[in-house]
């Protein structure tokens, strides 16, 4: 498949252990942020959202973290699989609806069995 | 349900050629925004329709242009094209939103085209 990044960051963790991914934004004004993951020839796929009125989101297997002090978000996968082996990018926006999304550089997570 | 849909997959065009690429939206939603995706790089703005019209657009020059069908199908457009403009194109569908802070900003992001210039 094609491959979506030659020279991102790479995380590297092995199977069972928990991954943290680490993003900083750039709006101080964004209030809204998701992560998402890109698998090689797919497009992005949504992971979990966090809005600003919050500072962590759990949903299945993943956290987001949010501090508006530094800007900054972070993704924490549980028990990472195989499957979870991808680029993640933190995308933000400001307000609710359909504003254009801002996308970080991404990171590569590889998972060793 | 068939999610958002991409057309091409692959192309490759010669440097000054035009190319459109077409996008299908989830179903139900009714806004399309198109990115462009260079190598390593994360996804980046182009435009947004919404109603048959461009209501949004990112730091792009004028060679790339779009539509928007009454299906709420999409096209992307790029004219004279150059080197740089080779990239993966993507698609995204949503809804508006009902506002507030509780929404999720539900956005489906097709495969992308491949668009290699020679």
């Known amino acids: 498949g094609e491959s979506v990044g030659l020279h991102l960051p790479t995380l590297s963790v092995q199977e069972g252990d928990n991954s943290i991914i680490n993003c900083a934004y750039s709006?101080?004004?964004?209030?809204?942020f998701i992560w998402y993951k890109q698998e090689s020839g797919k497009g992005p796929q949504f992971i979990i959202d966090i809005r600003s009125n919050m500072d962590k989101r759990q949903g299945q297997r993943v956290t987001v973290l949010l501090n508006k002090t530094v800007k900054h978000l972070s993704l924490q996968i549980a028990a990472t699989q195989p499957g979870d082996s991808a680029v993640y990018f933190c995308?933000?926006?400001?307000?609710?609806?359909?504003?254009?999304?801002?996308f970080g550089k991404g990171t590569r997570l590889s998972v060793i069995a | 349900d068939a999610g958002v849909t991409q057309s091409p997959t692959h192309l490759i065009k010669t440097r000054g050629q035009q190319v459109t690429l077409r996008c299908s939206p989830k179903?139900?939603?009714?806004?399309v925004s198109w990115y462009q995706q260079a190598l390593g790089q994360g996804p980046q703005f182009i435009f947004q329709y919404y109603e048959e019209e461009e209501r949004q657009r990112g730091n792009f020059p004028d060679r790339f242009s779009g539509h928007q069908f009454p299906n709420y199908s999409s096209e992307l457009n790029v004219n004279a094209l150059l080197l740089g403009d080779s990239a993966l194109y993507l698609c995204?569908?949503?809804?508006?939103?009902?506002?507030?802070?509780?929404?999720?900003?539900?956005?489906?992001f097709g495969p992308g085209t491949r668009l290699t210039v020679t």
């Open positions: 709006n101080s004004a964004s209030d809204y």
């Open positions: 995204a569908s949503s809804t508006p939103g009902q506002g507030g802070l509780a929404d999720t900003y539900e956005q489906y």
């Open positions: 179903s139900g939603h009714d806004t």
């Open positions: 995308a933000e926006t400001i307000g609710s609806g359909n504003t254009p999304l801002v």
